[in-house]
Each structure stands twice: as structure tokens, then as C-alpha cells.
């Protein structure tokens, strides 16, 4: 209980960031709860697997379309509003879902699809950058850490809850649930106080949203101390994506357990994520280090999964799926952190929506290679993991010959940088 005491303190005593998390509660548990049901309604009005998989097409083009968007909205404008918004707006958006009454409007669902993301990909980077504003020191860190602990369990039990009260309920009394549940959230960010710094200069760079999202790469890739944890997502998602989508046909093809084997392998993924990121702030919290710990997490979760490859047996799988996602976890919210911390807040919205963007391409590619890798049998399912678990071996062997040795060079930098500036202040005190 001692453990948990640090975050229980933080979620009572900062009322702004308990009233942002519980509304990112609600949101989150909301993307989860209502998918089975979207599937559900296809699946009764039509026969097709590639009007489903297109739902998930849907998501990820439109989600990646918006945001660069997204982040140049949430610069521009107030990030709390915004969030109300886009919460109200995924609410109204849910429930016209029942509007889907029969095949004929059946396009229906994917332009709803489409817009819920829109509003998510506004929603995301203005929660992350608003998060610095709110919290401090190392706050921060323990508040990137309820966050994705929250993330893990909801992932882990959103879909399932969803997918009971989908064949209890019925898919009407789930999406009126759902948009309720968006629409409560409202109230949460209503009541929070987010401060957005922004002067005269931020805000006329913004007035034209083309100069103002050019300004935003201009920045990030001008900046490789910001570049580096920005491109770290992205990096270990172009590999895990595949590896998080064939267990789906690990537990089909290997484990013959259907179902019951994807909800257990993912449960061990979901609780893995949550526990990643406690580890690192209990026994890695140097800062200066992450982008290295980054590296070898690339490399420790690549290997774990080539050793899942090999395996057929359920409760081993079970053990190193969690370990390898408790490494990728811990990637996520050491990524998170130094990009909080290294942004000005000025640039912060369109720097988050910059690393949505190539975390959701880099996903969005990996399940489809390897998916037509396997829809064509270009090689087996053992095979095909462990390409992509090698991929990520090397991914992470080259993250740490690159990207962390120029990370090592910029605090090598700082440091002598700061060494000149105390002595000039004793050469100046002295004289």
C-alpha cells in the first residue's frame, strides 16, 4: 500500500489533474466499450470480413489524417475547451450510431467512425499537453503513470464489458451507455482549470494554420533533443503492432483456444503496460538515461518475442508476453515525460500530434504487412514473428548506436554549458 500512496496522494491533493484523469477514464473506457457493437451491426447487416476490417482501416486513416491538425488546434486554441468539445462531440456522435437501422445505411457507420476519431485525435494531444501545465516535477512522471496504468486496465476489460452488455443489452442500449458516458466526462473537464501559456508572438504564428503547422515540424526536427523520445513510439510500434496482431492468430492457430486465449494473451499485454512504467520510476529514474532504456527495451520485448515464437505453451506465452509489453510500456511513458518536460508549452500540441501521427502510420503499416503477409502465406506464423520480434532486435541495436549516443552527446553538451556558467558567475562574484 506504501507503493501506491505517492499516485493516491497526487490523484487527492491535485484536484486539476483528478478532474482531467477522470474524464481520460471515462473517454478511454468509451473508445473500448462501444467496438463490439460497431462490429456487431456489420456483422448483422452484412456477411463481408472486409466491411469489418474496413472499420478499422477507417480509424486509423482518419486519426492520422487529422492530426496534424489537431495539434495546430491545440496550440492555437483553449486545450480545456477543446477537450469539452471534442468529449460532447464523440458523445453525439456515439449515439447517432442508432440511426443504423438497416443495410442501406450501412456508410453510415463508417463516417461515424471516422468523426469519433477526428474528435479523438484533437482530444489526445491536448490532454498530454496540458498534463505539464497542471502537474510538476515529479508529479509529472507519477501522472503519466496513473494515466497508463488507467489505459492498461481499461484495454484490458473496456472490450470485454462491451462485448457482455453487447449480447445481454443489445447494440442500442450499449451506444446509448456509451454517448452518455462521453457526455459525463464533459463534466469533469468543465470543472478542471488548465492554464495554456501563450504570448504575442505564439499566437500571431498561429493565425494561419498552414504557416503554423510548418512552424511545428520546423521546430520539432530543429530540436533532435525533442526528435529523439518523439520518434520512439512510432519506432517500437512499426513492430509491435504485427506482433500484437498475430496473437490473435496464435491463440487461433497454435493454442486452439479462440477467444478465451486472445482475452488471456491480451490481459497479460494490458496488465505488462501497466506495470512497465512503475519499474522505471522505482528502479531507472535517472532522466538522463531513458533514451538508452529505450534501446534496450526495443531489444528485451524483440527477444522476448522471438522466444514466443517457438513456444505452444500457454502459461510460458502468458509470462513473456506481460514481460515484453512491461518494456514497452515503460517506452511509452519515458517518451511521454521527456517530451512534457523538453516542449514549451507554445509548441506542445503540435509536437504530441506529431508523434500520434507516426505512432498511428507506423501501426496502421505494421498490421497491414503482416496481415498480407499472412493472408498470402508468404511465410509461416512462427516465421512471421520472428521477423518482426528480429526487426525490433535490430530496431532497438540501431536506437543505441544512433539516437542514444546523440543523446549522450547532448547531456555531455549541457553539462559543460552549465560548468562554464557557474564559472562565470564565481569569476564574476570573485571580481
Known sequence: MNRLAPYLTLIRENHQFRRVWLSQIISNFGDWFGVIAVFTIILNFSDSEFLLGLVIITKFLSFAALSPFAGYLADRYDRRILMLLCDFGRGAVVLSFLFVRDPSLLWLVYMLTAMQMGFAAVFEPAKQASIPNITTGDDL????????????????????IGGLATAWLGTDAVFVINGTGYILSTWFIFRATIPHERDEDTIQSLRNPVRGIILGYRFIFSNTHILRPALAKGTITFFMGALVYMLILVSEEILMLGSIGLGLLYSARGFGTAVGPVLIR??????RRWVMMMGLAMISAGTLYLIIGALEVIWLMLILVFVAHTASGANWVMSTVLLQ?????????????????????SHA????????????GLLTLQQAIWLFAGGLVIAGSTWLLVVARKEARWHRLKSMQHARREWGREHAIHH
Do not use: C, H, Q
Not at 522505482?282 to 532522466?287: A, H, K, L
Not at 518536460?341 to 502510420?361: M, Q, V
Open 365 to 376: 503499416s505494421s498490421v497491414t504487412i503482416a496481415s498480407l503477409v499472412m493472408e498470402y
Open 341 to 361: 518536460k523538453r516542449s514549451p508549452d507554445a509548441f506542445r500540441g503540435r509536437i504530441f500530434s506529431s508523434e500520434w501521427l507516426l505512432f498511428t502510420i
Open 282 to 287: 522505482r528502479y531507472f529514474s535517472d532522466e
Open 141 to 160: 512522471v507519477k501522472a503519466n503513470i496513473i494515466s497508463n496504468l488507467s489505459w492498461s486496465v481499461i484495454f484490458t476489460t473496456g472490450m470485454g
